[in-house]
């Protein structure tokens, strides 16, 4: 069994090496774009395809150079109850609390910009790159409740009000965002947003348990 077990990873290993290497090889391949495929059609249909017009086209619709963008943020956040016991069977509290979600960037290549225009006409592609971002979204909790027993354990009331304030709410969607209409999910900060409600319970138990 262990010789087993043994020649087994040694078969997995290198596998998995192997995999890892094939892996890389094809993420590192360039994707095709509008620019290789336009040149390819004009090659089809006869017409005369030198460098110089490949270099004129490469420069209005893929300009070289290399376009960055990054994130670094930090949060703190946390809950803060306050508790108060009217008596034994009556409870109350008051509580604060912080969420934070945080921002990132819309990953599809296609949201750049139609392939048929240059990058020139939305403010070039470094500000296009940076337009995939979204930011974190944060949210402060507010909630005030009671929890009462009453008549002998027979009468269970609870009760408590809410009140939650978004900024910068995330909002995924799927639809004709991308590049020609096409379909593919996005995220966005809204500005802002309020959720308020109530929620009040009550039970009685007729049989003594």
């Known amino acids: 069994m262990i ?9 997995m290993i290198p596998t998995l090496l192997v ?25 089809q249909t006869g017409e005369s395809v030198d460098e110089a ?6 420069a209005t619709y893929a300009p ?9 943020t930090g949060n703190v956040s946390g809950t803060l109850v306050a508790a108060y016991d009217f008596s034994a069977g009556v409870h109350s509290y008051l509580s604060y609390s912080r969420g934070y979600k945080a921002g990132g960037f ?28 979204f930011a974190p979204e944060t949210v402060n909790a507010y909630e005030i409740g009671a929890k009462a027993r009453l008549l002998d354990n027979k009468l269970r009331l609870n009760f ?13 969607q799927v639809g004709p965002f991308c590049a020609g209409g096409t379909q593919c999910t996005q995220t966005t900060n809204a500005a802002s947003a309020k ?8 039970a009685y138990n007729i049989v003594k348990n």
């Open 53 to 58: 017009l490949i270099a004129s086209l490469r």
């Open 195 to 202: 959720v308020d409600g109530i929620e009040a319970e009550a």
């Open 160 to 172: 408590s009000a809410f009140h939650y304030n978004y900024n910068n709410l995330q909002l995924t």
């Open 64 to 72: 070289l150079g290399s376009y960055y963008a990054a994130r670094d």
């Open 106 to 133: 819309n990953l599809d290549r296609s949201a750049l910009k139609s392939p048929i225009l240059p990058f020139s006409a939305s403010g070039g592609a470094q500000a296009l790159v940076n337009a995939l971002q």
């Open 19 to 43: 995999i890892s290497i094939i892996s890389f090889v094809i993420i590192q391949l360039p994707p095709g774009d509008y620019l290789t495929t336009y040149v390819a059609n004009l090659a």
């Open 3 to 11: 010789r087993f077990i043994v020649r087994r990873l040694l078969i």
